[in-house]
């Protein structure tokens, strides 16, 4: 008893000590300090507040950039072929969801060397220290890009349907203008949903001679009177080796990549 109690007596002082230091940080000036090492802020409350402002928005910015980007439309149509060779969890969810990443950044990869040397760079080199003047920088091509993916796959009456809602006139389009009349809140909902409806479109096609396999299969095994065996037993390795035949996974990714058109700038 005697031991724990000294024990105790000594880690009771460490905390007894330890408090007055803990009591002593202070969350407003530790935003102080970091703020004074951004560019663009030169200390003070209104900048900690900036610095909270930024940690906000860094937490909620890889969700918005998939939104932004044809993450949408690679991961889509990966699961529909998935889903269409029937090989269920293989391959795994991981794995799609890594490669669509890598295949985004291939595609995308043009578009963010833009934003970096027309926004993020010069700001984080200190060269510039409006925030605003970065922010429309690094805007400026994401929205090229978005532009682009609409009129390519013809998908303007998305973003009509989206300004209507808004409250824009649309009776006369030919007077409405990309850069005056269609900002970010309508152009980004505009874009996935023409993802959305590309990758779909993608799908079906990537799913017709898997579907055809399948219905030949069952069609085989009926006439057979073979009617208890599954036909996803037998359909499943010729739709591999038909997939593995063509090299399925490089012109299923070749696809993709060339169907993310480039954007034309000037919008």
Aim: aromatic content about 6%; glycine content about 8%; some cysteine.
């Amino acid at each position: 008893m005697t031991i724990f109690a000294s024990l105790s007596g000594v880690s009771v002082g460490v905390l007894a000590q330890a408090a007055p230091a803990l009591d002593t940080i202070n969350p407003i000036g530790i935003l102080e300090d970091a703020s004074k090492n951004v560019p663009g802020f030169e200390g003070g409350l209104s900048s900690a507040l900036n610095i909270v402002l930024l940690l906000t928005v860094l937490t909620v910015a890889p969700s918005i950039l998939i939104l932004c980007t044809c993450f949408t439309r690679m991961v889509v149509v990966l699961g529909l072929l998935r889903q269409s060779l029937g090989t269920q969890s293989l391959p795994p969810s991981q794995v799609i969801v890594g490669l669509s990443v890598l295949l985004t950044a291939v595609a995308m990869g043009p578009t963010f060397t833009r934003m970096w040397d027309e926004g993020l760079g010069p700001y984080a080199r200190g060269e510039q220290k409006d925030q605003m003047v970065a922010w429309e920088g690094a805007k400026k091509p994401l929205r090229e890009f978005m532009i682009a993916q609409i009129e390519a796959t013809g998908n303007v009456p998305t973003v009509m349907m989206m300004l209507e809602h808004r409250g824009i006139d649309t009776s006369e389009p030919e007077n409405l203008t990309w850069e005056r009349d269609v900002d970010l809140l309508t152009l980004i909902p505009s874009f996935v949903i023409s993802e959305l409806k590309t990758s779909f479109l993608i799908g079906f096609r990537v799913y017709l001679p898997f579907l055809v396999i399948d219905m030949v299969i069952s069609s085989l095994l009926v006439s057979m009177g073979m009617m208890m065996l599954p036909p996803v037993l037998v359909s499943l390795p010729f739709k591999l080796l038909l997939f593995v035949l063509v090299d399925g996974w490089t012109l299923v990714v070749g696809a993709l990549l060339t169907g993310v058109m480039a954007p034309i700038g000037g919008t």
